[in-house]
Nanobody, 126 residues
Framework: QVQLVESGGGLVQPGGSLRLSCAAS????????MGWFRQAPGKEREFVAA????????LLADSVKGRFTISRDNAKNSVYLQMNSLKPEDTAVYYC???????????????????WGKGTLVTVSS
């Protein structure tokens, strides 16, 4: 069993930055690939970024490439999403999710994730 708790959301102006954190519990958390997904009002949940359990592989959605970075610290049971140059269209609830996988596995679909956090709201507005 893995429990995930997101933090770091809030209100930010366009062009600003936020860093989301996801704290995980569970003895085998370090063997889980992690992903960030987001869901805007009236829209489906979409993939944002993911990282393998080794940290050696990662993937970003085209819409956030060059602006967002995903990282993890297995010693701290945490995964992070650094978001820079935020745009109003980045406004959404951001969810952290986990799935077991091989050392280099990077998940890309919400349906494949095993565990989910409750989400943190990011609002980009002037």
């Amino acid at each position: 069993q893995v429990q995930l708790v997101e933090s770091g959301g809030g209100l930010v102006q366009p062009g600003g930055s936020l860093r989301l954190s996801c704290a995980a519990s569970g003895r085998t958390w370090s063997s889980y690939a992690m992903g960030w997904f987001r869901q805007a009002p009236g829209k489906e949940r979409e993939f944002v970024a993911a990282i393998s359990w080794s940290g050696g592989s990662s993937l970003l959605a085209d819409s956030v490439k060059g602006r967002f970075t995903i990282s993890r610290d297995n010693a701290k049971n945490s995964v992070y999403l650094q978001m820079n140059s935020l745009k109003p269209e980045d406004t959404a609830v951001y969810y952290c999710a986990a799935v077991r996988g091989s050392r280099w596995y990077v998940p890309q679909t919400a349906s494949g994730m095993e565990y989910w956090g409750k989400g943190t709201l990011v609002t980009v507005s002037s």
